[in-house]
Structure formats: C-alpha cells, structure tokens
C-alpha cells in the first residue's frame, strides 16, 4: 500500500472515530453535567411554561456537549436536562417549587438550573438554591425586592433574607417592573412626541414606584410634569372618580396622561373619562393594561392606549431571527413570551459552565466555579443582545416592548417600540 493511500485510511479512521485531527488531544466526554430546569408546565400556566421549556432543549440540543473554551477544549461533558414542574393545582406554587430545588440540589451533576418564571416561586426557592450554591438564571422573574433593598425601603429586606447561607446566586435575563417607568416615559416623549405629562397613582407599592421613576425619566428626556405635587395620588380602595382629575389635566395642557396603577378596571375608567374631555389625549400604563379585558372594559375608548411589557418581542429583535427560525422549525409553533429569554439564559449557563471546567483543570467544576463564572458573566452575545449582570445578578440590558391598543375586540395591542433602558 503506498504511503499516500496509509496516510488517507489514516485520517478517514480518525475522523470516523470523531477525534479532532491536527488540532492537538482529541476532545473527549468526560461525563454528564446537568441543568435543571422548574418552570410552570402544567394548569393554567402551561402556556407560559411550555414554550419556554422548549426553547431551553433547542438550546441544549444545539449545544450537545460543553467544552473548556480555552486551556482545556478537549475537556468536554454531555448536557443534560433534568425538568420539573412548579404547578400544583393548576396553577405555580411556591412551595412546590422549593421542593423541586430540594431534589435538584441532591443531585451532585446539577450544576445550575434555569428558572422559575414567577416571583413567589422565586422567593420559596431562591434559599434552598442559596444554602447549596446552585446557581439560578430566571427568564421571567421581575419583582425588584428579588435583588434589590430601593431607597424607599419598600422590599424590607428580602433580598437579603433569602440569601441566608451566601453569596448571590440569583440572576435574571430581564429586566425589573420598576424600569417601566422609564420605558413609559420614553415611549411618551421619544416615540408619541408628547411634552407635558399628566401622572395619575394609585398609591400601591407598584404604582408609586413606576410613577416615580416615570417622573425622572420624562424629565429626564426633556418633558414636564404638569402637576407633580402627588402624582395624581387616589386611594384604590375607594370607589374611582376621574373627572376632576382628568378636567384638571385638561387645563394645565397635559398631552399625555401616564397611569401607574394595577387595577384593570380602573383604568378603563380613566379612559372613558379621558375620551368623553380629552380624546386626542394618549393614555400610557405598564403592563397591567396588556390584559384584552383592558380593551374591553373601555371599549371604543380602548383606542389610543399604550401599554408597555418587560422584555423583546423576538418578531422585530433582528438578533433573535435564527432562533425564531430554529424554534417554529422544531416545534411547528410560534415562540411563547419567554421562549426567547429562556433561550438566552441557557446558552448563557452553558458558556458559564464551559468557563468553569476551564477553572477546574479540565475536570467536572464545583458550583462554587459554576456560580463565580454566572457572576462574572460580561457582554455575553445572546439572541437579545448583550448580556452583564450586576453586582445584585440584575440584568443590564434592560429590554421593553410597547404596544398601543387599536380597538375593544382587539386580542392584544400591536407592537409599536423596543425601548432599551440604559444602566
């Protein structure tokens, strides 16, 4: 046989034996690391869960194994899913949550997990993943008080107390509530072009801290608050009564009425009384008006509201086309609200984890490398952008979508601006 012939059959066994040839030690597995996965998948939130639960294995499945990407590349471990449902009576239960987390902590190769999608959830599970270091990335998680103790003092200091036995664990790929403040004004001063601001609160928690940061942005990108005194304060318990308040904005000139209030009925009220005094006036809310019943209950008044929801809409985010393509590929359905979230946060943990064998020597890592990795997590490329955490495991890129509500039959409103909240 002739060298040239030996040196083909050579390198035709070597590729047929899957070995890498001419770039150093063929990679090899060293084993299985897993991610758990807790999410709704079941009951009334299975609409939720599913397909974020599905974007996940497309993520797993296009990655099949990680590697060291540097000093350790051919230190690889087959990726694993393990899966658990956090709904209990048709709907997601804190408690059992915790106890799926209990059992992922058991289990030695689970090294991160992905989820919950819900904050009750999150505060039952956040300790128990706390005291074993188990890192968790949420895809939909968004109540402040999860990392962050606000000046106001109104978190008491959860966050604190559900991280009792270390250092931060918890990390979200999206953003808080309180930013859609901020993603409100934008989109009344950037977008809608509207220069004079009329806020209306109804004194929650919630309320009081979207209207407030509402106030600093719209000024902020250049607006005026008409009546800052109280912020348009009513007390939600009473029975609304929006006319003198909508008059009043009336007469000072205001362009824009911002609601940040939760109640949905409510709000249609203030848009009834909105369009019978001022109807060319655009009423704003945060994303308690995404609700159809919202459109409803205002009816032909519905027209001319914005609402405005935590996250991209994956239709017009030009980096989250690919994974829009794969998905409806694999799945033969559109994307749900956190598929695309869920995807990045899992193809963020594995790049974590490749980093942490890298750490290890090119042996299976600790959580401890695991969650130092997470923590360092800086400009990751993912399909929504790029992606830091903070010291708190809160996102940087703090990605909103807005919508207006063209009329009373409408099923949901049509996509109008991304806003992107800087810092």
């Known amino acids: 046989m002739s060298r040239w012939r030996l040196a083909v059959l050579l390198l035709g066994t070597l590729l047929l034996a899957g070995c890498t040839v001419g770039v150093g030690t063929p990679a090899r597995s ?48 087959d990726l694993q899913a393990v899966i658990d449902d956090d709904v209990s009576q048709g709907i997601h239960d804190p408690a059992k949550g915790a106890k799926n987390v209990q059992l992922l902590a058991q289990d030695a190769r689970v090294l991160a997990m992905v989820g919950p999608l819900h904050d009750s959830v999150a505060k039952s599970e956040l300790p128990v993943a706390n005291a074993a270091r188990l890192s968790m990335v949420s895809p939909g998680t968004t109540s402040e008080c999860l990392s962050q103790e606000p000046p106001d003092g109104h978190c008491q200091g959860l966050s604190a107390r559900l991280r009792p036995g270390g250092p931060n664990n918890f990390f979200r790929v999206v953003t808080t509530q309180l930013v859609e403040g901020a993603a409100g004004a934008d989109l009344a001063f950037r977008t809608l ?31 005026t608050i008409v009546d800052p005194s109280d912020l348009g304060a009513f007390d939600p318990n009473q029975p609304p009564a929006f006319g003198s308040r909508v008059q009043r904005a009336l007469e000072l000139g205001a362009d824009v009425i911002y609601y940040a209030g939760t109640g949905i009925s409510t ?12 109807p060319q006036v655009p009423l704003i809310g945060s994303d308690r008006l995404a609700s ?37 590929t694999a799945y033969g359905h559109d994307v749900g609200a956190f ?44 399909a929504m952008g790029a992606t830091s955490f903070d ?19 409408d099923a949901a409103g049509q996509f109008v601006a991304q806003p992107s909240i800087d810092g």
């Open 30 to 77: 060293l084993g299985v690391i897993k991610l758990g996965v807790d999410l709704p998948l079941s009951g009334d939130d299975a609409p939720d869960g599913l397909p974020a639960k599905n974007a996940i294995d497309l993520a797993i499945k296009q990655a099949g194994r990680v590697c060291g990407p540097t000093r350790h590349t051919d230190a690889c471990f």
């Open 292 to 328: 159809s019943q919202f459109a409803k209950a205002a009816g032909a008044a519905a027209r001319g509201s914005y609402y405005t929801v935590i996250g991209p809409d994956p239709a017009v985010l030009r980096g989250a086309q690919v994974f829009v393509h794969d998905y409806k």
């Open 339 to 382: 598929s695309l979230p869920a995807y990045d946060a899992t193809r963020l943990l594995i790049a974590a984890i490749g980093r942490a064998i890298d750490d290890a020597g090119g042996t299976l890592p600790t959580r401890d490398q695991v969650l130092k990795q997470v923590s360092a997590t800086r400009d990751y490329r993912g």
């Open 267 to 278: 709000a249609a009220l203030l848009r009834r009384e909105m369009a019978a005094r001022m």
């Open 193 to 223: 072009g509207k220069k004079r601001a009329f806020v209306i609160n109804d004194q929650t928690t919630f309320g009081l801290g979207i209207a407030a940061t509402f106030v600093a942005r719209f000024v902020q990108d250049g607006g």
């Open 391 to 409: 010291a708190r495991g809160d996102t940087k890129l703090k990605l909103l979508s807005a919508y207006q509500w063209l009329g009373a039959n």
